[in-house]
């Protein structure tokens, strides 16, 4: 089975409509890491506007994005340039299955954090409209945890958890909304194997919530098949990817696993001479509360060798281990 397509509206059918949702969204999450969402409730003019907001930040003079630059510990938070950020740090981590190799990823993005956390915050920009896109962007992160929130307790009913299993590890809405800008670019550029718009890695978090423009690239690696990767494009701006992170993986003991993903050059462009255009996207990152466990759920922990899981660290230690991995010396983009 592919990828699958999931109407969260025919929830609400018969109990065996609910009962084939939960089996299908369960079983995408388990095969593959990636489902496709639609019926989740964002209304498709909520989605345009923000996209008009992804736009116009990114139109922003240089001088103003960098008012809110992204701290070089903790979490992402703010405004990264293109070539700060290096994914491929984290590339195959996580999997085991090869070493990083370090590639440069052409893309610049802002990360924005809950406006109740005090201990790391976002640094918003500071012009022209930028108050508006701040009130815009916490807004469209409440919306994202609700999201977020009702998924997992589906998943909580598809694994036969108590209610609340998931989400009480949750319960303090941590997570980032990230919109990222990846300009224009020659596609000889990136096949050459040492560009990706977005080199391959796992989310480090629970669930991811993403939305992206028509142009294409996203790809996810086979979950049996090493370096097999197949292309994930979304049928409109309503059509949401939802894809498993590490911490489920964790949690779950592999049984739910996160997927490596990359964004490269759109399926089916070959010509040699062509400038695949911008490319927009906006993702959610579901996060833990800082003092989670990183263990396995005790529902999961047979299926580890012993049947304990001896990881002591808490979700935090992890996220900022990890993000601190993806960090590159700050670049400054032209005004």
């Not at 109407?7 to 990636?34: I, K, N, Y």
């Not at 399926?267 to 695949?276: M, Y």
């Not at 922990?301 to 601190?324: C, F, I, K, P, W």
């Amino acid at each position: 089975m592919g990828v699958a397509a999931v109407d969260l509206s025919r929830l609400q059918g018969t109990p065996a409509e609910r009962e084939a949702v939960l089996l299908t969204f369960l079983e995408s999450c388990a095969s593959h890491g990636f489902v496709k969402i639609i019926g989740h409730g964002i209304p498709e003019a909520r989605l345009k506007e923000l996209f008009h907001w992804t736009k116009e930040f990114f139109e922003f003079p240089a001088s103003v994005k960098q008012t809110a630059p992204r701290p070089l510990v903790g979490p992402n938070r703010g405004y990264i340039a293109v070539g700060g950020e290096k994914l491929s740090g984290i590339s195959g981590y996580m999997k085991g299955v090869r070493n990083p190799v370090m590639r440069n990823d052409v893309k610049e993005s802002f990360d924005a954090g809950p406006e109740h956390d005090k201990i790391h915050p976002t640094p918003w920009p500071v012009g022209p409209r930028c108050d508006e896109f701040r009130v815009f962007m916490e807004a469209f992160l409440l919306e994202c945890l609700a999201v977020h929130n009702d998924l997992l307790h589906l998943l909580e009913e598809a694994l036969h958890l108590s209610p609340n299993d998931l989400t009480s590890r949750c319960s303090a809405g941590n997570g980032e909304v990230r919109i990222t800008h990846y300009p224009p670019v020659p596609i000889t550029q990136l096949k050459t194997g040492s560009t990706y718009r977005i080199s391959e890695h796992t989310d480090v978090g629970i669930l991811t919530l993403l939305f992206q423009d028509a142009v294409g690239g996203l790809e996810i690696e086979g979950q049996t098949k090493s370096s097999d990767f197949i292309p994930i494009e979304s049928s409109n701006l309503n059509e949401m990817i939802v894809n498993c992170g590490d911490t489920l993986q964790r949690w779950t003991a592999n049984y739910l696993r996160s997927a490596n993903h990359r964004v490269t050059y759109p399926p089916g462009l070959q010509d040699e001479d062509a400038l695949i255009p911008a490319r927009y996207s906006v993702g959610f990152f579901g996060k833990a509360n800082m003092s989670a466990s990183m263990a396995a759920l005790p529902e999961f922990a047979s299926r580890l060798e012993g049947g304990v899981d001896m990881d002591e660290r808490t979700a935090q230690e992890y996220y900022n281990y990890m993000h601190e991995r993806t960090v590159a010396a700050p670049a400054k983009v032209a005004a």
